[in-house]
């Protein structure tokens, strides 16, 4: 007997190791919780930065589709339309659609010894 969405009960305490299943084009399809959760990334900065530096991170992204959030101490940070900072606080580093493991910091802030980075990614990118 099939039950409605609505009726399932919820997973809980999911983790990486566990196995998923879901319907994708009208079959089951068996994944696990580690590709179908975002990735969490931590960086805990060892020296002062200037502002405009580059920045590698300890994960991979796709440039310019969204996929990647970064948070400075707990706050989320902006991506920004250009290198001064207009209207976010740092920058995608490569071409639109390329893989990168670098973010670059406006010129109008920098990092602080002792700061944390968080970075989540949506996927699952590696240096090609």
């Keep these: 007997m099939n039950k409605k969405i609505s009726e399932l009960t919820k997973a809980t305490e999911v983790k990486d190791e566990d196995i998923i299943m879901i319907l994708q084009n009208n079959e089951n399809k ?24 580059e920045i590698t991170i300890p994960c ?11 948070y400075l101490n707990g706050e989320r940070l902006l991506k920004s339309s250009d290198d001064s900072g207009t209207d976010g606080h740092y920058r995608e580093v490569g071409d639109a659609g390329s893989i990168s493991n670098k973010i670059k910091s406006t010129t109008d802030w920098s990092l602080s010894q002792g700061d944390t980075l968080e970075l989540v990614v949506r996927g699952e990118y590696n240096a090609i």
């Design 60 to 70: 991979y992204y796709k440039v310019g589709t969204d996929v990647l959030d970064v």
């Design 30 to 53: 068996q994944v696990e919780a580690k590709t179908f959760f975002n990735n969490r990334y931590k960086l805990k900065i060892g020296e002062n930065t200037d502002p405009g530096s």
